[in-house]
């Protein structure tokens, strides 16, 4: 029966065969989120710091892992997530070692990548369909994950369940993971996520809510705002972070820059993995939810090149440690399935569900990092064009300065974080090539790289172009001084012989001579453009004496818009 406080409603769909039992599901989401500078506050501090300095009042705290923490504590399956990758990448997930941090404690240099944690959150209970029954998942942990010199931050959280029939899991896989909901029946019953969704303690009680029934809530932020509305458990678990159309206060603001779907990673340990039709693997390998006995989610034709594709079968057969282990991937996705029974698929220390959490988790960040990276540097230059007003001198300034930092973070993302391979070992290559050729990373890079180059050419072009009027203007100033300066200074002629006046008279012609000189030489620039053109046409043989008049005459008159 469902709990008192659980949300209840008519139109659950009948029940199916159970079919195969997963005996042990993982589900790993990963959600990107861009952080939004706040420009009133003026702290120019990392996001991490002001999060740490929260204290008590956040449930983030700073995680001490292995490889920050004691050194009793790092351990063989540690030792072998480092050694998968290759040294850059070694660098940037880990850093420098304890005394390269310490010596670059002021600055971070020697942490690229830090994380927080909060322990509240012990288990989720999920609602799939109106009038269906909850099913309780076990929250491993919960993360924040910040990078160095990158304004984006990653939300993980890791779920597992015992004992569940092929087609919740599916469901579970579909519907968990969704930012807000999608659409709403005619009912008003939200499709495609969670109908409910419940945050609990280890104790049981009740910390957050899901709101995804409350349709007119999200219509009316989207006609306001033009932005959507972050569920309501997501909020919660996210604060004090707050989305950057909200009206809520914080300093830590975030901005959605994905697709409403979290990437999703998912382990999957059966009795036996040959019993699964190809359908079953399709809706895993493509997460699209339970579907008819047999039964694809799309046409054959559009799955004709599933397997050569998304499954990796390098260990999908009977023999090996882990015999049957087959791996999916999609890009937003990445599945693996293999025996219950094999120890070594089971294992946590050296085995299939170690790699898992470990090393291809870390493969799964990098790549969607990497994406996430990229679009927020996208959107950076839309907002700074959007805030473009070439009409006021401030907002060109503005414009400008955001572009060149742009450009520099740009740079410095390159050398620090983009890689086209991040391991040598087979297994950890193939997947990460896999995940990142279905993201489009390189098509991606290439695009925001030639956009980024394209606004600093043009603010180079418009640099030199402003540097070239200036010398025009002082070319013209000096011509037509010239002619003033010769005759005055002739032999060292005075026209007026007042050297020998008194004081006051001779302060009193300064300052005349001064203010006159003054004037005329920034009318002369003032005049500097049409004079430039009359000395063009000065040069020019071709021009009788009348039409290079007439073009002096031309400095005078009145310029028509």
């Not at 473009?388 to 503005?398: E, G, M, Q, T, W």
């Amino acid at each position: 029966m469902l709990d008192q406080s659980a949300p209840t409603a008519t139109g659950a769909a009948p029940a199916k065969p159970a079919g195969p039992t997963v005996q042990h599901l993982r589900q790993v989401l990963l959600w990107p989120l861009r952080l939004m500078p706040d420009r009133d506050d003026g702290d120019e501090r990392a996001p991490w710091h002001r999060l740490r300095d929260l204290g008590a009042a956040s449930p983030w705290q700073e995680q001490v892992d292995e490889y920050t923490g004691d050194p009793a504590q790092f351990h063989e399956r540690h030792y072998s997530e480092f050694v998968t990758f290759l040294p850059y990448v070694q660098r940037f997930l880990y850093g420098e070692g304890r005394a390269a941090r310490t010596q670059a404690d002021g600055d971070d240099q020697g942490a690229p990548m830090r994380v927080f944690r909060r322990r509240d959150v012990a288990r989720a209970r999920v609602w799939p369909h109106a009038g269906a029954e909850p099913t309780e998942l076990r929250v491993v942990h919960v993360d924040l994950y910040f990078f160095f010199d990158v304004d984006v931050v990653v939300l993980n959280v890791e779920f597992a369940a015992e004992q569940l029939p092929l087609r919740l899991a599916q469901e579970l896989l579909y519907r968990t993971g969704r930012a807000y909901p999608p659409g709403w029946d005619e009912a008003g019953r939200p499709q495609h996520c969670h109908y409910a969704v419940e945050w609990l303690t280890a104790d049981g009680r009740v910390l957050a809510r899901s709101d995804a029934s409350a349709r007119e809530v999200f219509l009316a932020q989207v006609a306001e705002h033009r932005s959507p509305r972050i569920s309501s458990h997501w909020a919660w678990l996210l604060e004090p972070l707050v989305p950057d159309h909200s009206g809520a206060a914080g300093q830590l603001r975030y901005r959605q820059i994905e697709y409403y779907r979290m990437p999703t990673m998912a382990y999957l340990a059966l009795d036996d993995p040959r019993a699964l039709s190809r359908s079953d693997f399709v809706r895993l390998g493509l997460v699209t939810g339970a579907g008819g006995e047999g039964e694809l989610p799309y046409a054959e034709c559009h799955l004709a090149d599933f397997e050569a594709r998304h499954c990796y079968d390098r260990f999908w057969s009977p023999q090996g440690a882990a015999p049957d282990t087959r791996y999916l991937c999609s890009g937003r996705s990445l599945v693996v399935v293999g025996r219950a029974d094999a120890h070594f698929f089971r294992c946590g220390d050296r085995g299939v569900l170690a790699q898992f959490r470990h090393p291809h988790f870390m493969i799964f960040l990098i790549a969607h990092f990497q994406k996430a990276s990229l679009l927020m540097f996208s959107d950076r230059l839309a907002q700074a064009l959007r805030r473009l007003n070439v009409r006021d001198a401030h907002s060109v300034k503005r414009f400008k300065r955001e572009i060149r930092s742009c450009f520099e973070s740009f740079l410095r993302f390159t050398h620090r974080y983009w890689f086209h391979e991040v391991a040598e070992q087979a297994q950890a290559r193939a997947l990460f090539q896999m995940t990142a050729g279905h993201l489009g990373l390189d098509a991606l890079y290439a695009d925001v790289k030639e956009r980024v180059a394209d606004m600093n050419a043009y603010l180079d072009a418009d640099s030199l172009r402003r540097q070239a009027n200036t010398v025009v203007r002082l070319t013209v100033v000096t011509m037509f001084g010239l002619i003033g300066t010769v005759t005055t200074g002739f032999l060292g002629m005075n026209l007026l012989a007042e050297a020998d006046a008194p004081m006051p008279r001779r302060i009193v012609l300064f300052a005349v001579v001064f203010v006159l000189t003054t004037l005329l030489t920034f009318y002369t620039i003032g005049k500097s453009k049409r004079l430039s053109d009359f000395l063009d046409v000065l040069s020019d043989e071709r021009l009788s004496a009348w039409q290079k008049a007439k073009v002096l005459f031309a400095v005078w008159q009145r310029e028509t818009p």
